[in-house]
C-alpha cells in the first residue's frame, strides 16, 4: 500500500483544523462545543432525530461546492478529512449584523426557549442556499429534521417564506460571497494518500483508516476483516452515542467515488452503495414515481444527506426502509474484496437477525435495480408512530404485473415483520393467476398468517403489525383502482 498520511485536515468556518490523533469514538458536536467553545449547536437526542446539533458540511464534488445540512451529534470526527464544516457561529449579515434567516426568525417570532433554534437556522440556511424561492412543502421537507415546534409550525415557515419571497430581505450573504476562497482552501487539502490514524483509547487501541480508492479499501479490509464500515453513521453513530459501545477499527468509504456513481445501464438503474439517500432521490424517483412519499419519509434532511442506500442495506435491519421497496422491484446487489466479486438477489442477503451472506473482508459495492415495464404497480407504505423521521413499524414494498385484469406476477416484501426483510411468497403465489380485485388482496392478506409471526416491541405489538400489514393489501387495491399514484401524496 503506498505511503499514507497520518493525519486529517478540514475547514471548521475560516479556520484550518489539524488533527494527528482522533478517536474511533470521538463525534462532530463535542469536538464543537468541547473542543472549540462553538456552543451554537446543541446536543438534545444524540441519536440524529430532533436536529438541535445541524451544522453544515459542505465538500467539492467535480469543482463544485455543496452543503448539506448533518447532525454533528452522530457525525463522527474522522469522517470530515476534506470538508468545510459550518455552524451558526459563522452565519452573518453585512457588517457582522444578523443573517437574513436569524432576523426572519425574531421578526416572525420563530424562536422561543432558542435551544433548538440554531439547528432550525442551519436547516432553513442550507435550502436558502440551494433554492431561490422554495415551496412550502420544500421548506417542510427542509425540516423535517429539527422537531422543535414550541413556537408553532406556521411562524417557522413564515420566517423562511419571508427571507425567500420578500424583496426588501437581502439576499447577500457572506457565505455564499466567500466561495471562491473556500474552494481554493478545500482543493489545497485535497490528497490522493489513504489515512491511518491510530490511538489508545479507554477499551484499547483504536485505529481509524481512510481508503483513497477501492484497491486500499479491499487490501486493508482483508487484512482487518472485523473493522467496522462507516458509510453515512446514521446507525453506527449511535452504537457510540446511546450504547456507549467501543469501536476498535473503523474503515469510512463515504468519500470514494467509485461507490457514489449512478448509471442507468440497459433497462436497470446502478446505484453505488455509498450513494446518500439525498442523492439518490432524484433518480429513483425518476424512474419510480410513485415512491416519491416513501422516499420523503425516511429520516429528514440531515439523516438523508448522512445515510446511504448501501448502508442502509448492509447493516441487515429487519426494519430498515429500503429492503422492502428493493426487494419487491427485484434488486440485486454486487459484494466485492480482493477475491473478486459476485451479485446475489437482495432478498438472498438476508439470512437471519443480525446475518447477511457477507464473507470476512467482502464490501457492498453497488445496488441494480430493474426498471418497470407499462404493466407494473408499484407502491410503498410505512407505518410508523410519528409520520415524518421515525423508525417504522412495518414497511411494504409492492410490485404486481397485471395483463388484461390478470395478475401475472406478484413481488411483495415486508419489513419489521420477521426477523429480516421478507418476501410474502405465500400471499404472492395466491394472487398470481388472480383477477386484481379487492376480494384477491384480501385473500392474500390472510394467507399472511400462515407465513408472518411478527414480534411485539415498544413501536408495536404484533397482532397490530399482522392487521396492519393486512390492510395494506386492501389499501393497495384501493388506491391503484382510483387512479392513485402516489404523487397526489408528495404534492
Not at 253 to 280: Q, W
Request: with cysteine.
Amino acid at each position: 500500500m503506498p505511503t499514507m498520511r497520518h493525519c486529517i485536515q478540514f475547514l471548521l468556518n475560516d479556520q484550518t483544523i489539524t488533527l494527528n490523533e482522533v478517536g474511533t469514538g470521538d463525534m462532530l458536536l463535542d469536538f464543537l462545543r468541547l473542543n472549540q467553545r462553538l456552543t451554537g449547536a446543541k446536543e438534545g437526542c444524540a441519536e440524529g432525530d430532533c436536529g438541535a446539533c445541524t451544522v453544515l458540511v459542505g465538500r467539492l464534488v467535480d469543482d463544485e461546492l455543496i452543503y448539506e445540512p448533518v447532525n454533528g451529534c452522530i457525525r463522527f470526527l474522522s469522517s470530515l478529512d476534506g470538508c468545510h464544516v459550518v455552524t451558526i457561529e459563522h452565519l452573518k449579515g453585512a457588517e457582522g449584523t444578523l443573517h437574513p434567516i436569524q432576523k426572519a426568525m425574531i421578526e416572525h417570532h420563530g424562536s422561543q426557549c432558542g435551544f433548538c433554534t440554531p439547528g432550525i437556522i442551519m436547516a432553513l440556511y442550507a435550502l436558502w442556499m440551494r433554492t431561490a424561492k422554495p415551496s412550502r412543502e420544500q421548506i417542510e421537507h427542509a425540516l423535517q429534521g429539527n422537531l422543535c415546534r414550541c413556537t408553532g409550525y406556521e411562524p417557522i415557515i413564515r420566517a423562511a417564506q419571508a427571507v425567500c419571497y420578500d424583496q426588501d430581505w437581502p439576499r447577500s450573504d457572506p457565505l455564499l460571497d466567500e466561495r471562491a476562497m473556500v474552494k481554493e482552501a478545500l482543493s489545497k487539502l485535497k490528497h490522493d494518500q489513504s489515512v491511518l490514524l491510530q490511538k489508545q483509547g479507554d477499551s484499547g487501541p483504536e485505529q481509524i483508516f481512510i481508503p483513497a480508492n477501492e484497491e486500499d479499501l479491499a487490501n486493508f479490509y482483508a487484512e482487518h476483516p472485523d473493522a467496522t464500515l462507516i458509510a453515512g453513521a446514521t446507525d453506527a453513530g449511535l452504537w457510540v452515542t446511546k450504547f456507549l459501545s467501543s469501536i476498535p477499527a473503523l474503515i469510512h468509504i463515504g468519500n470514494l467515488k467509485a461507490l457514489k456513481t449512478i448509471k442507468y445501464k440497459g433497462d436497470s438503474l446502478t446505484i453505488g452503495s455509498g450513494v446518500s439517500y439525498s442523492d439518490a432521490m432524484p433518480d429513483l424517483i425518476k424512474a419510480f414515481p410513485m415512491i416519491e412519499p416513501y422516499l420523503l419519509r425516511i429520516g429528514g434532511w440531515q439523516v438523508r444527506s448522512m445515510g446511504t442506500i448501501g448502508g442502509n442495506i448492509a447493516n441487515g435491519s429487519p426494519i430498515g426502509d429500503m429492503p422492502p421497496i428493493l426487494i419487491a422491484l427485484g434488486a440485486e446487489i454486487c459484494l466485492k474484496s480482493v477475491e473478486g466479486s459476485r451479485q446475489l438477489p437482495l432478498e438472498d442477503f438476508f439470512l437471519a437477525y443480525g446475518k447477511q451472506d457477507r464473507q470476512p473482508g467482502e464490501y457492498l459495492h453497488s445496488i441494480h435495480i430493474p426498471l418497470m415495464a407499462a404493466n407494473n404497480e408499484v407502491a410503498a407504505y410505512k407505518i410508523s408512530k410519528r409520520r415524518d423521521e421515525d423508525i417504522s413499524s412495518v414497511a411494504v414494498g409492492f410490485n404486481l404485473v397485471i395483463e388484461n385484469g390478470i395478475i401475472r406476477s406478484a413481488r411483495i416484501a415486508f419489513g419489521g415483520m420477521a426477523a429480516t426483510p421478507k418476501r410474502a411468497q405465500a400471499a404472492e403465489k395466491t394472487l398470481i393467476g388472480q383477477p386484481f380485485s379487492e376480494e384477491s388482496m384480501i385473500k392474500a392478506a390472510q394467507i399472511l398468517e400462515e407465513e408472518f409471526t411478527p414480534l411485539s416491541d415498544m413501536r408495536a405489538s404484533s397482532a397490530y403489525r399482522m392487521k396492519v400489514a393486512q390492510n395494506l393489501f386492501r389499501r393497495f387495491y384501493l388506491e391503484k383502482a382510483n387512479g392513485f399514484t402516489g404523487l397526489e401524496a408528495a404534492q
